[in-house]
Each structure stands twice: as C-alpha cells, then as structure tokens.
C-alpha cells in the first residue's frame, strides 16, 4: 500500500462483512500461535520469578530476554531468502519457516519448564538462556506470520487482517497468561507458597497449546502474492556460507557482550558515583555495551565478505536492497520521519506493560483476580478494541485512528497512577483495564496496518521486520530498568513519566499524516 491507499474509505458495512472472508479466519488462528511465547517470557514468567524469591529489579531486566524481537530484522532476509530443506518442497516458502519457528518455540518454553530459577545464580543463567531461545524462536514465528499476512491478501484486506491477528495474538496471550496463572495457582504455586512442580506443569502446558499453531501451518494455503519473490540463482553452497557468516557475526555479537561483563559492571558503578542515580548509570553503560556488540557484529560480517565467505552481491541484495528500496520510495526525509514515528510509538504502553503485574501484585491484588480482571476480562476490551480499530481505520483511514491510539494509550496510563494511590478494590481495577486494553486495541490494529502499508511487496518479511523491530527496540530497553525507576520515584511519579513519553509519538503522527496527503 502506498501513501495514497492510506486515504481510501469503505463502507462500515463492507468493513464489518470483510470479518467473514477466510483469509482473516485464518490469522485468528496464526495470532494466537504468536501471542503464547511473548507472556512467558513477560509476565507470567515475572510472576513465577518473584514467587521463586528473585528480586523485582532482576525480574523486569529478564524484559530484555524478548530483545530478539527488537533485532528480528537481522535474520529476516535469511527467512527471506534461504529455503528449508525437504520442507520448502512440501510446504512452500511461508509455511516451512513457520513449522520450523513453532517446534523451535516449543522446545524452548520445555527447556524454561525444566528450569527452577529458585535454585540459585546457575539456574537463573539457564532459565535467561531459555528465555532469550524463546524470544529468538518466537520472534522468527512473527517474522513469517507477519510475511504472510501481508501477502495473503490485497492491500484493502489489510486492516482487517491485522484486527483478527491482535485478536488472535490477545487470545493467545490470555492463555499464556490468565491460563498460565490459573495453573500455576490451582497446583498450588503462590507468593507465600512456591511450587516448582507447578509451575513446570504451566509451562508444559503452553507448549502443547501451541500445537495448535502447528496445525493452522500444515491446513492453510501458501499465499499467491510474492509467491515468486525470494528465488534465485544462488545455490546451496552460497546460502550455506551465508548461514556460517550470520552464525560468526552472532558469535562475534555475544563475545563481546558476555566477555564485556565485569567492564560493565566496573564502569556502572564508576558512573553510579559520578551521576548518584544507579538506573541512568545503568542505562548509559548497557547502551554503550550493546552499541559496541552491535559493532563488532557487523565488523566481523564485513570482513568475512571481504575475504569472500559469501557473495558480495547476495549480501548486498539480502540487506542493502530492502532499505534501499524504501528510502527510495518515500525520500530520505519523509523515511526518517516515518522511522523516527515507528520508534516511538509503542513507547508508553510497553514501558507500563513490562512492570504491569509486578504492579498489580504489589498491589495486593492475587493472581486469580490478575487473571480475571488483566488477562481475562482485559483480553475481551483488547479483542473489541481491535475490531473496532480496524473497522474505524477501513472507515477513516489509518492516520487518523493511528492519532486517537496514541492519544488515548498515553492518557489512559495516568489511570494507574489513581490505581497505586486507591485502596485495592475491583470495581476500579476494571475500569482501569477497561481503558487501557480498549486504547491499546484501537493503538495496535491501525499501528499493525500502518506498518503493512510501508512495506513493499518484494522485501515483505525484511521491511516489517525492520519497522516490527524498530517499533519495540527503544521500549524495551527502557522497560528493562522500569522496575528500578519505580523503586527511585514510586509507582505513581513512574506513571506520569510514560503518559509523557506518549507526546513524540503524537506529534509524529500528525507531521506524517500531513506529508503521507501530500
């Protein structure tokens, strides 16, 4: 879709009749396979560390487990381009990559389940090593779910693709979530009384729930659109040398980082002293940490290009072109806008959201009542919210709608600043999720049609990456040290922050609406 389809109206009716048509069925389904993985490593795997008697700071910086959906884009093209063995015949292009990522996803939620992070410094490396397996797996689902949603239907389909897969994404997230709590209470697991078994037996049972993702990728069809795009003269050989390079270059990435260790905590608590606030320090020296990983990657992949481990040319058509192809489309500066407006989007919610349940829990609200009110009853205003995003973005165009989600996803984040200075009663904690997940709702479907509509079709799976990576970098970053700004400042003072970074986002939105009409 270009600028020009952003502004294409519809009939409510046509709007609401497009929910019947198969191909948005079918990413009901595909939502809910990517919407389990993202809780276990997020809340639910956040309630399971604090009941072991992990440190609430240490429990929000396992946030950063997820950071491989912020890099996504980095092994995108290789999902682009490189074909799966015997399952590329079988299956197709889309559908092979994403039976692969689901067996990835589920051996890795067994690996978490087989994990007592109760057991000292030792289990809790392996329990992040599981984490960060998960987050990888689950980010390469959401890389091919996220190709093919693009490319099974034409562009006018695509709002409402992207209301059934926030659907299907929240219903997964309601299982991993409300049912993961529900499981881990019922076998007797709580913040008095801490089960391992109990919350092993959760964990297995997310990973058979998402057979269920396992079946929709064997029943529905390879999409039509792009079915062409991707082949190539290179054989075996160049996408094995291709691979090894992807594999040295995250080698590279993870020496630095690890071996960087005691530098980082040295220079940190150097820096502590000099500035007096622990968090920025932090933030500072993990920022510099993660830039100089980041470098030595691409170093390492340069020059094994340059000594001829791969082809010059497949390296330059697998990343280079992608982002070549978009600054072309769109002008350097209307691109950086619409990059700069992608980082900051999702920045208030995702904050919030990282430290949410500690929130609710600290609270005194148990998790029976988080799994009603913020799993269960929180996932219908999502889903409606969704819809109703979608239905109003095919009616008004997605600028507008894009607008009103960020508008009212930073606002509403002010009610949990009267949640954490009220008594802890029901009735308010469902009026503040009744907001929140209908503002979120309404955020998601237009920010998810918006995303599409950048994308071209020939780089499908490497620009939504790109933008899908973008949109979460910057947030989760900062939500890694939510958890010690709320320890500094308090949970009301931590609420206003994130209504405030919503303002960015507001006022990008508004400049690329009007240069998009141009």
């Not at 009220?422 to 309404?442: H, K, M, Q, R």
Request: proline share 3%.
């Amino acid at each position: 879709m270009n600028e020009t389809a952003l502004a294409r109206r519809t009939t409510f009716a046509e709007a609401i009749g497009a929910l019947k048509n198969p191909r948005v069925i079918t990413m009901l389904f595909l939502g809910f396979s990517a919407g389990v993985p993202i809780l276990l490593i997020f809340s639910s795997l956040s309630l399971w560390l604090r009941e072991a008697g992990v440190s609430r700071s240490a429990v929000t910086f396992f946030s950063w487990a997820a950071l491989g959906y912020s890099f996504k884009f980095v092994w995108a093209p290789l999902i682009d381009r490189l074909p799966v063995p015997l399952l590329g015949r079988w299956l197709g292009r889309r559908r092979s990559w994403m039976l692969v990522a689901q067996i990835a996803v589920i051996a890795a939620i067994m690996w978490m389940a087989s994990t007592d992070p109760s057991q000292g410094e030792a289990s809790l490396k392996y329990m992040a090593m599981a984490a960060v397996a998960l987050g990888f797996s689950s980010a390469t689902q959401d890389i091919v779910i996220d190709a093919y949603r693009i490319e099974a239907a034409d562009d006018r389909l695509q709002a409402m693709m992207s209301s059934s897969y926030i659907a299907g994404y929240r219903i997964g997230m309601l299982v991993a979530g409300a049912g993961a709590l529900f499981i881990a209470d019922a076998l007797g697991s709580s913040s008095d009384s801490y089960s391992y078994s109990a919350w092993y037996w959760t964990y297995m049972a997310m990973a058979a729930v998402m057979i269920i993702g396992v079946v929709t990728t064997l029943v529905v069809p390879e999409p039509e659109r792009g079915a062409g795009i991707g082949s190539s003269s290179y054989g075996p050989v160049d996408y094995l040398r291709f691979l090894l390079l992807f594999a040295l270059a995250v080698l590279a990435f993870i020496a630095v980082f690890y071996y960087s260790t005691n530098i980082a905590a040295s220079a940190s608590a150097s820096l502590h002293e000099m500035l007096g606030n622990q968090t920025l320090a932090g933030f500072f020296v993990e920022a510099v940490r993660l830039t100089t990983a980041v470098a030595a990657a691409l170093l390492a992949g340069w020059l094994l290009a340059k000594v001829g481990l791969v082809d010059e040319s497949m390296l330059r058509e697998t990343y280079v072109d992608p982002v070549r192809d978009f600054f072309r489309r769109y002008g350097a500066g209307l691109a950086l806008l619409l990059l700069a407006l992608i980082g900051c989007y999702r920045i208030s919610d995702i904050v919030l959201g990282v430290i949410s349940n500690v929130f609710y829990q600290d609270m005194g609200y148990t998790k029976t009542e988080i799994a009603a009110a913020v799993k269960t009853y929180g996932l219908l205003m999502t889903i409606f919210g969704g819809f109703l995003g979608g239905v109003l973005a095919m009616r008004f165009g997605v600028m507008k709608v894009l607008f009103l989600g960020a508008l009212l996803s930073a606002a509403t984040n002010l009610l949990f600043m009267l949640l954490a200075t009220s008594e802890a009663t029901a009735l308010l904690l469902y009026v503040v999720i009744s907001a929140d997940n209908l503002a979120a709702g309404i955020a998601s479907a237009a920010f998810v049609a918006f995303l599409s509509s950048l994308t071209s079709i020939s780089f499908t799976a490497v620009q939504y990456a790109i933008f899908s990576s973008l949109m979460t970098l910057l947030p989760k970053i900062l939500g890694g040290y939510s958890g010690s700004i709320v320890e500094g400042v308090g949970y009301p003072t931590f609420f206003v922050l994130t209504t405030v970074l919503g303002i960015p986002a507001l006022i990008l939105v508004v400049i690329a609406g009007r240069k998009l009409m141009r």
